[in-house]
């Protein structure tokens, strides 16, 4: 694949654009909606403040968080996407596609049918529970037979053990009519209705792992060489998979704990990211973050309008994208090479 | 009877690059053939194509005189074998299971295992010295036991033609010689056609009545080892130089680079 | 040859071979079955002791148990049955094709296509509850076709299938999960049961219509059997040895798909008996695909029937999904597994 930014000033300046763009994608997803709203309106509700104006109150309080969490979430995502593609070396890796997601979604039910679960803080180290077991499990299945992780094995492997937790889910849902309407946004994904409550709790995470992310560039890069010439240019390989892997389950299980099952953004992400500055980890883990930002926001104002005055989950928006891109890349063949 | 294969005016591409081009070859009959050639320059690509394998962007491969991309698969799988490189068996295939294969062009729905069948099977089995293997999983065998089972396949597919890419790669110098030796039995006791795609010129140049060297798109030079294999040949198609003398068992010629080595150069 | 038994006609017309092994298990097999299905048909609510069960069946009992086993419990376990053969064998037929042992229709997008179908039907239609079969039917034909177009390039590979299946089915996952979002409380559980996969209320006109399917195809899959054996070596050896490999491929796709789609079209989305029927057979006999037919028909029913029982009883009175059992035996085989290969 050629990149199409060379230089590093290239990339940095189109960084910095990047950014600008995702600042432009927040403030469109607080002004636009079922109602919408002028930015002159936005602009005051943040400087002057009047609580007692509803429209103010609203882009305060639902707007503002939704937008927050579209964007930690969709760059948490997509480090975690580019994380696994580098662990892996493997372009079809991705947290929803390993069953991450549908780990972490099915402890997070078990937890509410079987242990009536329902602080956030719970929510969240069961997710984490659920996303690291699932990715573990995931793991040792691709490894089966002669030839090791080939990439078609993990796909098979992760979709097996979506599949798997997802009967499981269904049936915990079957036995428990009522849990069926409580849970239907952890199972879609959305990034709505929640308040800055319940993102605080995940921030911390989320953030610790987002920014070791940042360093591990170098280090991810000499893993990409491959196992042996790392150790022999004398890294200590196990470490650097075991905090990668560490990683991706806090950003992957922070996420589902915040948001539910959002698929396709931890794949196609480092994609673009790739396509855009090539093979260099430092500069696919930043691009991944606000790519995949922005991308959220921005699939989260079109999930608003399509069947408008109802929403679809993002977690399907985000499918509808995805899936025909990752068809796309499945017939260009770029999914043979590792 | 043996059948005539050969390929006119053939070009072959991947993507928009042409790997071979307007290539002429007829194979010897009853002989022993080996293509050789620098690493990407189309020999497995020939090779494939002869067998089908591959369709040629331009010209044909014929086969007893007929386009053999015209004729139905099976009844070229009956006068024609292509072993390709790196085959892998599923696990848990037993070495009979797999030799049993090698009869599909000649069984029907109802035809499933007769007589003859049975025998062929044993025949190849013992050809390939693998008869005490029978029941054993082909992936729990040795290199060069595996492709014995392998060629075993081939062998009970009855034809009188057989193409092998790369049969001897990642095997060590034991094996490679004991599964060469099979093939020159082979074509010496049963008068088989024998197309092989070979990377070490020695080898090639000890069992083979016919060399075909690839270069560039074509067929750099052909004929018998120890009228072609020359300093000039090798320095054209590999790029390397060499000194070349008589095997002194065989009497064919050895190839001998230049380079380093401990020793000084006795020779210039 | 000593473990083998061959069957030839004089001057060798009709010739074909059977391993001692392979009829052993077989026989073994056609046993726990029958024994399954009289558990089967005793258990329930009201116990039934299987000597009654049997009198009741020839017309020798007092027509007591009549109606429960004929005709609740009967067409239940005929059902389940017909299911299981389906799911395996098509699970059997995707493994071989895609040469990798994780394949099954649910995996790769038969089971979401039939989804859809069903839940449009559950949604929008109008017509009577009997034709939700047929949409899940054309549902699961017409997602199948799209996979097997999307992947055609010059033919058809099984990487690529397999991938344009996961894409789609997430694709097609997206719109049943719209479609359950957007409906109603009561028509969102009866999706769920839907989904996960059940027998409850089945009649023998589900047995009728989806006999002959289960029957035809699987005794034409047996008939082409020996293909997928050389498939299973490759392609380039597959063409090396005359096998039409894109002609083959398509027919047996179909054959899956349409055992997949039919089953699941009365049951719902029945997980994982097509992903582990198959690997069970497996380990009982090795890699004959034509022994491996019948077998895995028989581990496939077994499973379902099983799965079925301890729905029906374990939690009385409810009666919950088979399905939910399906993946739970599941589970623990998949561990097994693990476990299994890591000290290979």
Redesign the interface.
Known sequence: MQNLLTSTSMKRSVLIFSCVLLIVAFILSVALGQTSIPFQLVYDAFFNYDASNPEHVIIRTSRFTRAVVATVVGASLAIAGALMRALTRNPLAAPDILGVNAGALFFIVCAITFFSVDSLIHYMWVAFLGAGIAGALVFFLGLLGRDGLTPIKIVLAGAAISALFASFTQGLLVIDEQGIQSVLFWLAGSVSGRNLDMLLPVLPFIVLGGSIAFFMGRPINILQSGDDIAKGLGQRTILTKVVMGIIVILLAGGSVAVAGSIGFIGLIVPHMAMGLVGTDYRWIIPFSAVIGATLLLLADIAARFVIMPLEIPIGVMTAFIGAPFFIYIARRGLARNA | MNHILEAEALTVNYGNANILEDLHLQVPEGKITVLVGANGCGKSTLL?TF???IKPKDGHVLLDGEKIREL???????R?????QG????????V???VK??R??H?S??????????QIVNDALEATQMTPF?NSPV?ALSGGQRQRAWIA??LA?KTDLILLDEPTTYLDMAHQVEILDLLFDLNSKENRTVVMVLHDLNLACRYAHHIVAVRDKKVYAQGKPEDIVTIDLVRDVFGMGCTIMNDPLFGTPLCVPHGKGIKCCLKA | MPNYITVRTKSDKVSFQLSKKVAMIIILLCILLCGMILLALSVGSDFISPVTVVKELFGYGTGEYLFTIQSLRLPRVLLATLVGIALAVSGLILQGIIRNPLAAPDIIGVTSGASVGALLFLSYATVSIHYLPLAAIIGAGVVSTIIYLLSWKKGVTPIRMVLIGIGISAFAKGIVTVLIVMGEEVRTSRAYIWLTGSLYGANMQDVYLLLPWVVLLSLLTFIIARVINVKELGDDIALGVGVKVQVFRLLFLLISVMLAGTAVAFVGGIAFVGLVAPHISRMLVGRSFAALIPISSMVGAIIVIFADIVGRTAFLPKDLPAGVFTAAIGAPFFIYLLFRTRNQ
């Open positions: 494939r067998a089908r394998l139905s698969t099976k009844s070229v799988a009956k024609l074998a292509i072993l390709p085959p892998i068996a599923p696990e848990g295939l037993t009979l299971q797999l294969q090698g599909y062009p069984q729905w109802v035809k499933q295992w007769s007589t003859e069948d049975e029978a992936n396949m081939t597919q």
